[in-house]
């Protein structure tokens, strides 16, 4: 069954003013690190850097992770089938010309990893945090599971498909 790829609706989708918390914000980063301490992700030049902030703190509580350097976000989406990870890797390569701005991604048999910063000006921008919130949005539409039900490799089933 094709998959439905909301694109031109979602990305054109104005982004809806998000409460501006005055508490500090608590980032994570890939190398996991106490809850308590403060990270202060690198914001391109010229962006709102409070709304920025802002956006990254909802994708971060939403399974997004900062890199070491806090100037990426990345994140890992399971799959049962590696045509349903060919669908998100599709849908991100489209979403990546229409807005002209690119990811890095890994595709393996039963995941997709997507990686997302600004090369220009360097950090993170409203870019990224637009394209990620993209990302999440069409692998709900094709359908993610849990790392443990994802397809893995070994002997290939009976009637492998
Ligand atoms: C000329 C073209 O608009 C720029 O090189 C775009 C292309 N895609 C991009 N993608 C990303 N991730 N960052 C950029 O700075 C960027 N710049």
């Not at 031109?8 to 003013?17: A, F």
């Amino acid at each position: 069954m094709a998959t439905r790829v909301a694109w031109p609706l979602r990305l054109n989708r104005s982004l809806t003013p998000l409460l501006q918390s005055r508490q500090r914000h608590a980032f994570t980063t890939t190398k996991q690190i106490s809850n308590d301490a403060i990270m202060q992700p690198k914001i391109s030049e010229g962006q709102d850097e409070s709304k920025v902030k802002a956006e990254l703190k909802v994708l971060l509580e939403n399974g997004w992770k900062l890199n070491e350097e806090q100037i990426q976000l990345e994140k890992t989406y399971h799959f049962k089938t590696y045509t349903k990870v060919l669908d998100l890797h599709t849908c991100i390569g489209v979403g990546s010309k229409s807005k002209n701005h690119h990811s890095k991604m890994i595709t393996e048999f039963g995941s997709l990893t997507v990686h997302w910063t600004t090369h220009k000006p360097n950090g993170l921008s409203s870019n990224d945090t637009f394209m990620a919130r993209y990302c999440d949005d069409q692998a709900k539409l094709i359908g993610t599971v849990d790392q443990s039900e994802a397809q893995k490799c070994g002997p290939p089933p009976s009637s492998q498909i």
